[in-house]
């Protein structure tokens, strides 16, 4: 479903899809092609420690036999444990967009993790990488806890976006935090990426329905049963959250309210 009115706006660059993808974890690179093609999805991170040097050398790489056309590359700095290395990893990944046609991409997801037991995000490191590679004209997308005031201070100091997680990467176990989720949507002037933790479409569909502006996702579709089919899913689970906030929620009520009232309009004007 394409819907020019609706766009997802981030550094300036617009995409119909709300639903972002990742590529690690699939069993085979052909499980990995066909996920992305059913998700409909434009935008897709890759962990730049597990790409080559040089991506055009290396024809066993899926990446060479994606439509970059149709696809923006978001480089992510997974692995990196202080915010040097992220800011080394960021700079690598602006290499490597163009390798594949994208010089004007300098979108990074921001990712600090010291933490090798949980893979909880670093804030301090975090608001550190973020600081120095905004100033250096990159678009970051910083992956944090679902801190509220985190969120705030990321904004101000010029992120594109911010991407609160659901819960623990990998581990499926849904939105455990709702209410921060919540208040950081209410506050953000920027687009909120709920990422991470997400194992299946209803769980998608409620991001969205909060007033999420995407969806980023990885483990959910690729170590599904059937990938693809699952891939579809969440991009049909993202676009009906996405409907549904827009249309807006009715209002719940303590008592039934008949649906066929006897004062019902009875024809059109």
């Given amino acids: 479903m ?11 660059k617009s995409f119909n899809s709300r639903l972002m993808l990742g ?57 990196s444990q202080t915010a040097e290395e992220a800011i080394r990893m960021a700079f690598l990944g602006h290499e ?13 997801k921001l990712e600090v993790i010291s933490d090798p037991k949980y893979l909880l995000p670093d804030p301090i ?12 004209g990159f678009t970051v997308l910083p992956y944090i806890n679902a801190d509220p005031m985190l969120a705030l201070h990321l904004e101000d100091l010029g992120c594109a976006t911010v991407m609160p997680l659901g819960s623990p990467i990998g581990s499926g176990q849904g939105l455990n935090n709702l ?21 299946t479409s209803s769980e998608a569909t409620t991001a969205m329905e909060l007033g999420a502006s995407g969806v980023l996702l990885n483990t959910a579709v690729a170590q599904s049963s059937t990938p693809a089919q699952m891939a579809r899913a969440m991009n049909l689970a993202v676009k009906a959250g996405r409907l549904a906030y827009l249309a807006g929620r009715m209002e719940k009520k303590l008592y039934a309210t008949a649906s066929s009232p006897l004062n019902q309009i009875s024809k059109f004007n």
Avoid: M
């Avoid at 040097?53 to 056309?69: C, Y």
């Avoid at 490191?125 to 250096?136: D, H, I, Q, R, S």
């Fill in 2 to 12: 394409k819907n020019d009115f609706d766009q997802l706006e981030i550094g300036g």
């Fill in 23 to 79: 590529t690690g974890k699939y069993k085979t690179s052909k499980a990995a092609l066909e996920s992305i093609q059913q998700s409909e999805c434009e935008i897709i991170t890759v962990a730049i420690r597990r790409l080559p040097i040089n991506l055009k050398n290396d024809s066993t790489s899926f990446l060479n036999h994606l439509n970059w056309e149709n696809l923006w590359l978001l480089p992510n700095t997974a692995g």
């Fill in 96 to 108: 490597l967009a163009c390798q594949i046609g994208q010089e004007d991409n300098f979108f990074v």
């Fill in 125 to 136: 490191g975090t608001l550190k990488a973020a600081e120095f590679l905004v100033k250096k």
């Fill in 179 to 199: 209410a921060n989720i919540k208040i950081i949507i209410e506050n953000a002037g920027i687009p909120v990426i709920v990422d991470a933790g997400i194992g």
